[in-house]
């Protein structure tokens, strides 16, 4: 069984940085594609940060350049470095497991998410 917590996020003033973490179990990170996925409030669920078992990784758009996905294999934890935090980045953050990744437009999320954790921006 999955099982992925997520920790690391707060409130933090526009141009603040925070780190969050997801610790799995169930499953080996470095053997999956990772990724996180960000959910605003009135807004789906989008994929911000992808990680390949390989270490290649892809970011959306808007957070290219500020956000960094990374792992630690001992601790089967993935991280997302986020720099530069803009209001918009606002949401809370959820890590998954894919059942399939080559790129962004081909992600098919795993069944299992965590409780998530809340970023907030303030301006």
């Known amino acids: 069984q999955v099982q992925l917590v997520e920790s690391g996020g707060g409130l933090v003033q526009a141009g603040g940085s925070l780190r969050l973490s997801c610790a799995a179990s169930g499953i080996i990170v470095s053997r999956k594609a990772m990724g996180w996925y960000r959910q605003a409030p009135g807004k789906q669920r989008e994929l911000v940060a992808a990680?390949?078992?390989?270490?290649?990784?892809n970011y959306a758009d808007s957070v290219k350049g500020r956000f960094t996905i990374s792992r630690d294999n001992a601790k089967n934890t993935i991280y997302l470095q986020m720099n530069n935090l803009k209001p918009e980045d606002t949401a809370v953050y959820y890590c998954?497991?894919?059942?399939?990744?080559?790129?962004?437009?081909?992600?098919?999320?795993?069944?299992?998410w965590g409780q998530g954790t809340q970023v907030t921006v303030s301006s």
């Open positions: 998954n497991a894919f059942d399939y990744y080559s790129d962004f437009g081909s992600a098919i999320k795993g069944r299992s």
């Open positions: 990680m390949t078992s390989g270490g290649t990784t």
